[in-house]
């Protein structure tokens, strides 16, 4: 975990690229949300309360105790309706991997709506409420449940390059295999996102996950480093493992790409 923290911080670095001028700088802070409120629409689309409509390709992998991994590519497409809801839909395509075999097919979809409770220069505030459906082409790759997400978020912005965060949601089964387990899991994410220079962001974030029915809990810290390349395309790689709890998860790897549909006023400078 140490080595891939190293590795995401030269990449980032190297993708900052040489100091800008004085000018380039000037402008760069002009053109840069100053505010949390400006932030949620003018962003790289990389904090959860951004109502930044886009389209997002991620690969990734998970190693999981016992040798098994599961590989996933998720497609995650936002749309903006008015001026504070966004809609969001993510799917997925899984490859599963264990000593007994490879199971493959998509998972469960899921749908959220993000809704902007308010805004001040200082502070943020949303509220998630949205369904997973029971789209799984095998059983194996998904809950067999129909659920509800509900949750809220908050952010605020003490610094023009310092946006931290707190997002609380649960997760909760109303439907479905009688057969399956129920599922009703809460998390708990507490994030740091630093922005550099060329619309470049590392983020930490830390989840604590508590699951009532499996009456467990685990703590799970990820990593992610990422850049705006060229205009509205992003470029981000992240790295996670388990740091406490009951042992569900080595460690992963994700790497994604990111078309943003509009830029605000922040990001427009590129």
């Known amino acids: 975990m140490a080595g891939s923290g190293f590795l995401l911080l030269a990449v980032w670095l190297a993708a900052a690229g040489t ?10 802070e002009e053109a840069a949300p100053a505010s949390a409120a400006e932030n949620v629409k003018a962003g ?11 389209l997002e390709l991620r690969q990734s992998f998970a190693q999981l105790p016992g040798g098994a991994s599961v590989h996933v590519t998720t497609t995650e497409l936002d749309i ?30 899921q749908i959220l709506a993000i809704g902007l409770l308010a805004a001040s220069p200082r502070f943020v505030a949303v509220v998630i409420g949205g369904a997973i459906l ?23 912005k ?17 439907a479905g295999d009688s057969a399956r387990p129920d599922v009703n ?23 604590a996950l508590v699951d009532f029915e499996a009456e467990e809990g685990s703590f799970l810290g990820r990593l992610e480093a990422g850049r705006l ?10 790295v996670g493992t388990q740091l406490l709890g009951t042992r569900r998860l080595d460690y992963s790897t994700e790497v994604g790409i990111r078309y943003l549909f509009r830029l605000g006023s ?5």
């Open 80 to 109: 903006q309706f008015l001026d504070r809801l966004l809609l969001r839909y993510e799917g997925t395509l899984q490859v599963v991997r264990a000593p007994a075999g490879q199971i493959s097919g998509f998972g469960d979809s």
């Open 44 to 54: 790289a689309g990389v904090a959860p309360v951004e109502l930044i409509p886009r």
């Open 134 to 156: 029971d789209t799984a082409s095998q059983p194996e790759l998904g809950a067999g449940k129909k659920q509800l997400v509900f949750g809220a978020g908050a952010a605020v």
């Open 229 to 238: 390349l060229v205009g509205r395309v992003g470029l981000f790689m992240r």
């Open 19 to 28: 100091p800008p001028s004085q000018q380039e700088q000037a402008q760069e």
């Open 185 to 207: 899991v809460l998390v708990a994410r507490v994030g740091n996102i630093a922005f550099g220079p060329g619309f470049s962001w590392l983020k930490l974030d830390l989840d």
């Open 158 to 174: 003490p610094l023009r390059w310092w946006l931290p965060y707190v997002l609380v949601q649960e997760q909760l089964s109303v």
């Open 266 to 270: 922040g990001a427009a400078h590129r």
